[in-house]
């Protein structure tokens, strides 16, 4: 624990863990909702992830501060239901590599000219070789990315905000009720935009206090919040709804989205930035997730950190997701939108349920509570569950689709 840590620091830990590749698929699975219905939908998932974290606190408040969020899910709602929370954070984990192998692959294809199977092999084989190689150079190479990322967002949707078509982006406020359907299917993404709370019990221990994370989490979910408003309104401003069309129907493919964007900025430079993002955000989170499963996967198989036990735990982390991806390529934001159906299980249905269960012991109404009462906590879960079901229902062709 640190000294006297500020709260602006955890603040952007958290932030940086929300703000990552997720944020490029929520302008194509937002753009049947358009402008106004996805910032309601994204700001109202931001609240619900911001107090679903909170209700981790409130649950882990009677453990060690160095407890994990895998030891409280067993020790309270028993082994079966913390392998299912396990399971869920692997799929996760697993299906995000799946969507950056496939989109890295696109990007370079498109860059450098090469076949996009092949990027994808040389991606993996070389950006995965820092996570098997140790955390610190994951940690050197993390750094040098999210200022990289900064700078460009910074140059890129600066130039975008400022070529905005205000008539184009409230286009929506004319016909808001033939919008709003739409707005269901972004729910899934922009909840996979939110998913810091594996991080939880890190800022928990990080402040040696409950009341000082629930700030640094409020703060860290209101800065991705600022980021992604900040970028669909960059986006939608520029790149007309109908425009849409083509990128959605190669899946929200990252590289489809760029190339529909470059067509309309009459800068280079601009164009240069936005690409220059979309990368480095693409391969921050690669390995970012990258090593919280390779993590993962040596705890669970009991591999050990000598450079043969790091190999074996590198293969089970890459080997299947670059497979997958050579395999079956679908599109960015359906690979998300599978992410965030899986997610709720622990982002939102197993903190309400750790919490539940931590208020029937006794004490448990002392100390930090997350607001909102049992009312909420049963919002938490009724939220998770309706995203699942209206992931299911989107992949059913059930839901209104937007096709441009």
Not at 164 to 169: E, F, S
Not at 256 to 274: K, Q, T
Not at 370 to 383: E, S
């Amino acid at each position: 624990m640190a000294k006297n840590p500020s709260i602006v620091g955890g603040a952007c830990i958290i932030a940086s863990v929300c703000v990552g590749a997720g944020m490029l698929g929520l302008p194509s699975a937002g753009a049947g909702a358009w402008a106004s219905w996805s910032t309601l939908i994204i700001t109202l998932t931001m609240i619900v992830m911001t107090v679903s974290g909170w209700m981790l606190l409130e649950a882990f408040k009677g453990y060690e501060l160095t407890v994990s969020f895998n030891t409280v899910t067993r020790d309270l709602l028993g082994a079966r239901v913390n392998m299912f929370n396990n399971l869920a954070v692997y799929f996760v984990g697993g299906i995000l590599l799946y969507a950056y192998i496939t989109s890295s692959g696109l990007i370079l294809h498109g860059l450098l000219g090469i076949d996009s199977k092949i990027a994808s092999v040389l991606f993996v084989l070389f950006f995965s070789s820092l996570v098997w190689h140790s955390t610190r150079a994951v940690d050197r190479i993390s750094v040098v990315l999210i200022a990289f990322m900064l700078l460009s967002f910074v140059f890129g949707v600066s130039g975008l905000a400022m070529r905005v078509n205000v008539d184009q982006l409230f286009d929506s406020m004319h016909q808001e009720m033939g919008y709003a359907p739409y707005a269901l299917a972004l729910l899934p993404v922009a909840l996979t935009s939110f998913g810091y709370h594996h991080s939880v019990a890190s800022m928990r221990a990080y402040y040696g206090s409950e009341h000082k994370a629930k700030r640094a989490i409020l703060g860290g979910t209101l800065i991705a919040l600022g980021f992604y408003i900040l970028w669909l309104v960059s986006i939608f401003g520029n790149l007309p709804r109908q425009q849409f069309g083509p990128v959605i129907a190669q899946g929200g493919e990252v590289d489809a989205l760029l190339n529909a964007l470059g067509s309309v900025i009459d800068s280079r430079r601009v164009d240069h930035a936005v690409h220059a993002f979309s990368m480095a955000a693409i391969l921050s989170s690669f390995i970012g997730v990258g090593l919280g499963v390779f993590d993962y996967l040596a705890d669970l198989f009991k591999f050990d950190n000598s450079r043969r036990g790091r190999a074996k735990s590198w293969a089970v982390t890459f080997l299947p997701p670059l497979l997958m991806s050579l395999l079956f390529p679908f599109g960015f934001i359906i690979a998300i939108g599978y992410a965030g159906a899986a997610a709720t299980v622990w982002t939102c249905i197993v903190p309400a349920l750790l919490v539940m269960k931590a208020r029937k012991a006794e004490g448990g109404d002392q100390g930090f509570v997350a607001p909102g009462g049992q009312g909420m906590v049963m919002g938490v879960i009724l939220f998770g569950i309706l995203i699942a079901l209206f992931h299911l229902l989107n992949m059913a062709n059930l839901l209104p689709i937007f096709t441009g």
